[in-house]
Each structure stands twice: as structure tokens, then as C-alpha cells.
């Protein structure tokens, strides 16, 4: 069940200012996290553009302000997500099933010092075509969010959010087909994150003539939802080809695209808390849905649990 505005809804809290910050990689999707008081990135990087799968893609960890890049890993994965936790980084790769980028298998890395890498099979479920995941911890537990597109008959509008729990990031339990969220639109490029009470999540919504932008939604128990007051977040717009002072890779030639690429489509929104500078750092991805694209950021002043609760007032 979603519940959205009514005719009685009121914006109480006003638009959250999100200042744009400028193009900063000619990556794909990726994730800002806080490691050791510096912040850094998880970058995909695909040569390809997602248009040859017999091409190697990897993820990378950059650090933010020098853009030096610490380790290459995931070597025959795609579509990663990170998480931390006591002083260990977590990233989930879904394994590439060729010729096809995604899979029904998730692969999960670890490591303690952002140069070694252990990996496992976190779990395989035959007949499913995973492509996006994200992780959280709630009171219960952990939270995985898995974007689909297989098995059909489970499967409303490609793509659909299915959702999976586990203790101790070993066993898992997948909760039932009727959690799946939501079957009647498209739904990508997730990121969830438990705050205050509620699970939160952004979603890259299709809208007319194949634009497409960020949604974020919210839910207690992934039975009932509530739709954001003030979505869409981050459509694209012309501060968006401003090149960072921090950008990284400068002689790749994807600032040309920025400069004057078709933009309609904003994906991939990623979020993370920055307390030393009392801000929330996003970071998303920038392009057409046509294997054109590039990284950008932005910021919001203040915490991220701030920020997710105000878009509800």
C-alpha cells in the first residue's frame, strides 16, 4: 500500500536546499563513505559504458579530495553498493551471468584497510535477475534491497525492489513477493538506509519522453509506503555541468560530454553523513540512460537522518 499527498497535505518544512557541487569523475554508480576522518568513494568503472559486457568492468576506492585511487576489485561483478560498519567496509557486487551485466547471484567484499579485499558469496538464487542492491541495518537486523527483472511472473514494471534479511550477513531470508515495492512503475538504482524509526529509500523513477529522476519513499514494516513531499530530487539542470574543483581523471575526455551531453536522466543517488562538516555529501550519477553518463555531487547543510525525515514534513 502507498500513501501519498491528499488534498489536505501541507509542506510544512519548505524544499531542502541541495547545493550542487559540479561533475566530479566519468564514472559510474557510486558511494561516498567517511573512512578514518577522509572521504572517500566507491566508483564503478566500466570502459564499456555498459555496452559490451565481455568487457571487464571493476569498482574502485577513491579517495575524495586528492583522487588518488587506493585498490581495483570485483573483477566480474557489476552493479555495487557499499556499506560500513565498525571500522569494515562491505561492497556488494552482483555477478555477472554473460552475456548479461547482472545475475542471480551477490557477492560480498570486505575489508579493513581499503587495499585487501575478501570476498564470498553472500547467496544464488537461480531463475532471479538481480542488477542493483542496497544495504542497511535496522533494529532487527540487516536489510538487503535487490532490484529485479526476473522471474516474470514476480515482476510488475521492470524494474521491482525485492527486499531480504539476515541477522549476521550469512543466512538470509528473502521476505514474501507481496513486499515487493512497487510493481506499477520502473524502479532503479536503490539506496536504502534505516533512520529514526524508518526505512528509507530512493528510487530513479521513468518519467514522459525517458527522463528520469530520483524518488525517495519510506516504509516501518515494507507494507506500507510513503511517498516524499518533495520529489522529484536532483532532476538535471545546468549547474550540473559545472566541473568540481576536486574533479578526477580530467584527461579521459568525458568532460566534453558534460559540457554538452543530452542530459535526461538524474540515478543513482547516494548519501552520507559528513559530521566534521555538518553536512550530508550525495553523490549521483549524470547522463541519458544510453550509455552516456558521468558522476557528480552535492551537499545538503546538515545530518543525513535531518534530511531524510524533513522531505516527510
Known amino acids: 500500500m502507498e500513501r501519498n499527498y491528499s488534498a489536505e497535505t501541507k509542506m510544512l518544512a519548505g524544499f531542502p536546499e ?14 561516498p563513505f567517511l573512512w578514518r576522518g577522509r572521504m572517500m568513494r566507491l566508483e564503478l568503472v566500466d570502459p564499456s559504458r555498459g555496452t559490451d559486457p565481455s568487457i571487464t568492468a571493476t569498482a574502485i576506492i ?129 539506496w536504502m538506509k534505516y533512520s529514526r524509526g524508518w526505512y528509507y529509500v530512493i528510487s530513479v523513477t521513468e518519467l514522459p519522453c525517458q527522463r528520469y529522476s530520483n524518488y525517495l519513499y519510506r516504509t516501518r514494516d515494507f507494507i506500507e509506503w510513503e511517498v516524499g513531499f518533495y520529489n522529484p530530487l536532483l532532476s538535471p539542470c545546468e549547474a550540473d555541468r559545472r566541473i568540481s574543483p576536486i574533479a578526477c581523471d580530467k584527461k579521459s575526455g568525458w568532460i566534453d560530454g558534460v559540457r554538452h551531453g543530452f542530459l535526461s536522466s538524474s540515478s543513482d543517488m547516494d548519501l552520507c553523513d559528513w559530521p566534521e562538516e555538518g553536512k550530508t555529501l550525495i553523490t549521483y550519477n549524470l547522463g541519458n540512460q544510453l550509455g552516456f553518463y558521468y558522476l557528480a555531487e552535492a551537499e545538503y547543510d546538515g545530518s543525513l537522518d535531518d534530511f531524510l525525515e524533513r522531505n516527510f514534513r
Not at 21 to 28: F, T
Not at 68 to 82: D, P
Not at 142 to 164: Q, S
Request: hydrophobic share 30%.
Open 62 to 190: 577513491r579517495d575524495r579530495q586528492s583522487g588518488e585511487i587506493l585498490s581495483h576489485f570485483g573483477e566480474g561483478c557489476y552493479y555495487f553498493s557499499l556499506y560500513t560498519e565498525d571500522d569494515i567496509v562491505y561492497v556488494l557486487g552482483t555477478k555477472s551471468k554473460p552475456p548479461m551485466l547482472c545475475g542471480d547471484t551477490i557477492l560480498l567484499f570486505e575489508s579493513r584497510d581499503l587495499k585487501t579485499w575478501s570476498s564470498r558469496e553472500l547467496f544464488s538464487r537461480p531463475g532471479w535477475q538481480y542488477f542493483n542492491t542496497s544495504l542497511t541495518k535496522g533494529p532487527d537486523g540487516y536489510r538487503l534491497l535487490l532490484e529485479a527483472n526476473e522471474p516474470r511472473e514476480l515482476v510488475g514494471v521492470p524494474f521491482t525492489f525485492f527486499f531480504a534479511s539476515s541477522p549476521d550477513l550469512v543466512s538470509w531470508t528473502h521476505l514474501p513477493p507481496e513486499t515487493a515495492f512497487s510493481k506499477h512503475r520502473y524502479m532503479g538504482g536503490p
Open 18 to 31: 541541495i547545493r550542487r557541487l559540479g561533475a566530479v569523475s566519468g564514472n559510474g554508480e557510486s558511494s
